[in-house]
DNA sequence: GCATAATATGCCTTGACAGGAATATGCCGG
DNA sequence: CCGGCATATTCCTGTCAAGGCATATTATGC
């Protein structure tokens, strides 16, 4: 799965988020998502495929972390497009505000 | 169709960097492409969904023209995590290089 | 070695999307 | 109003991912 691929999902942005603030386990990430542990285990694997979560074992656990280098990946597309908006941003407004 | 989504899948990448140069008809972005008039045509109108392409009929043709307003959602979501990458880049290198 | 906790994997169903082919719609010139 | 061009829409099929459930794996403590 590519790393556009890999962010085009809401659950998966929200682990995203939640690694931020720092190495977490596994259980502690179905916990937060309150969502069942295989669907979070699955979504994990995904962004470890990507690339975007790095994972080591701490005895029966599982601690990941966020390895966002992929991300450059985007911000680097992302910027050969940066001059058609920034120049009109005043004029659309923002229908932003996300954290996910 | 989300604009993660919408960014997600690299023909439609391609017509966003096709558009770059200036407002096109859908038969020059078909003939670009290489690709079947209606896959084109399909796609343009997720594109059109996600807000990130306008339209405007001009006779017979549709013109279509880049509308990047929607990638500044994209970049700020990314801002967030510019941090976590941008004081690793040096030791990572860069496996990037796309224009797609 | 066994029970148990933590996590991953497999199977199933459903829905969404990609690609292709055929067809419909809309606009124009004559 | 008819034929032709430009584009969209529909139908079909294959693939893939998401969610849910059951089960397998792995490590720990006893």
Redesign the interface.
């Known amino acids: 799965m ?1 790393t ?2 890999a ?2 999902d809401p659950t998966r ?1 929200e682990i ?2 939640l690694l ?1 603030s720092g190495e977490q386990a596994a259980g502690d990430l179905v916990e937060a998502l309150k969502r069942p542990q295989p669907n979070v285990s699955k979504h994990l694997k995904y962004l470890r495929d990507a690339g975007l979560v790095q994972m080591r074992i701490d005895g029966p656990r599982r601690l990941y972390r ?1 390895d ?2 992929p ?8 910027a ?3 001059a ?2 920034s120049d ?2 005043d004029a ?1 407004g ?3 505000g ?2 996910d």
């Not at 991300?71 to 992302?78: G, M, N, P, V």
């Open positions: 590519s556009f691929a962010i085009s942005r995203l988020a931020r966020l966002a280098a991300l450059a990946e985007i911000d680097q597309w992302l050969s497009y940066r058609f908006w009109k941003l659309l923002d229908h932003l996300r954290s």
